[in-house]
């Protein structure tokens, strides 16, 4: 644990980072500040460093002074979430309605720090890439940074990155093969009826009822289509339709999510859905347009990179809090995509406090140490370099 030792001793700096990140926070592709002083430390430190990738991304390279071909890759996202923050800290957010309430500022600020470690130790074989990712919350900085040549410019082998995640026992490290988070698509549905008196449905077509009845269908695709062992969510999360209680409308907007463990999985759901939709629409003689649009696929980790992060927590944390078999979330990431172009893992980091995405969530910056010397030992333990 000699490496976590130095980053507790030596955590000053990434707090500092964070905190700067927290009061300064930046939605999806507009996080034009932090990259910038990220671009900034990076260079300073000596790093080879290439800014814009993929509208506000930033691609760090170290090169190891020993020989070797293997390339890594550590990835943070950088971007806030579009909401209020309900907490009393001195460094919360300056911006009314931004808020890093996902943990991204503490994120950036650990491969911040990982990356200054590993520059004053370059007694190293291989390469090192450091990606700072905008727009993860909306699922869209990934492929925008693989659009924009991010392999090209950072080849690498394999790719690995963290989450906070405070339903963990704290300071603890979880990891699991396959599937550790579910995929997720978008789900829109218009049902077009014909508007009536509401004391004469028979002259309409009503597409409230016809909406109750596909809210309650639209739970037997997971029920009667998906495999019983295999997990699946479908929600709709908002209803809109009607302007008075006497009035059957000629229109019901439904909105929700579709989420799955499998590419198979994702396939089959949003298949049965589209044709309860269809099916549906026939029944009632209304129109139903059903619009699916693709989020990300299931966050699937790969052995032989879950077996490094193991070895690696072992080093980090010790036995006693790795959770090498840790429970998969329904919650998706669009570290993802990198997982489909390269083999790799993500894993978490336990930590207490309010869950993601509340509104008086904080990051605990005792995770910033742990999750730093899991990307140093990371590298150590996968190419071969020499103890620090």
Not at 132 to 160: H, I, N, R, W
Not at 343 to 361: E, K, R
Request: hydrophobic letters at 40%; glycine letters at 12%.
């Amino acid at each position: 644990m000699a490496v976590l030792d130095d980053f507790r001793q030596d955590a000053a700096s990434m707090i500092e980072w964070r905190r700067d990140f927290h009061r300064h926070p930046e939605i999806a592709f507009e996080e034009h500040r932090t990259s910038a002083r990220i671009a900034e430390l990076l260079s300073g430190w000596g790093l080879s460093v290439r800014s814009g990738v993929g509208g506000t991304g930033v691609v760090a390279t170290l090169e190891g002074s020993q020989s070797g071909a293997r390339a890594i890759g550590f990835r943070a996202e950088m971007d806030a979430l579009p909401m209020a923050e309900k907490t009393n800290l001195p460094h919360r957010s300056l911006r009314d309605g931004i808020f890093h309430g996902c943990g991204h500022d503490g994120h950036a600020a650990t491969l911040l720090g990982a990356a200054s470690y590993l520059a004053r130790r370059r007694d190293l074989a291989g390469t090192v890439h450091f990606i700072f990712q905008p727009a993860e919350e909306t699922l869209k900085g990934s492929l925008a940074m693989l659009g924009d040549g991010l392999l090209s410019a950072a080849p690498m082998d394999e790719v690995y990155a963290l989450h906070n995640m405070p339903q963990r026992r704290p300071g603890s490290v979880g990891v699991r093969s396959g599937s550790i988070l579910s995929g997720a698509d978008g789900l829109r549905i218009v049902v077009r009826g014909v508007g009536a008196h509401g004391a004469q449905p028979h002259n309409g077509i009503d597409p409230i009822m016809i909406a109750a009845e596909m809210i309650g269908l639209l739970q037997t695709t997971i029920s009667r289509s998906l495999d019983p062992l295999e997990a699946g969510v479908v929600t709709i999360g908002t209803i809109q339709g009607g302007t008075a209680a006497n009035i059957i409308p000629d229109e019901v907007v439904l909105t929700g999510t579709i989420r799955s463990m499998s590419t198979t999985g994702r396939a089959l759901l949003k298949r049965r859905v589209s044709e309860l939709c269809t099916g549906l629409a026939a029944a009632f003689g209304a129109s139903i347009a059903c619009e699916i649009s693709d989020g990300c696929p299931p966050t699937v980790n790969h052995p032989d990179q879950v077996a490094v992060v193991e070895a690696a927590a072992r080093r980090v944390v010790g036995d006693g809090l790795l959770d090498r078999n840790c429970a998969p979330l329904m919650s998706s990431e669009d570290f993802s995509f990198l997982l489909e172009q390269r083999p790799g893992a993500f894993f978490f980091v336990g930590q207490d406090g309010q869950g993601c995405h509340h509104p008086s969530y904080d990051f605990d910056e005792d995770v910033m140490a742990i999750g730093a010397a899991m990307f140093v030992e990371i590298a150590r333990e996968r190419g071969g370099w020499r103890p620090f």
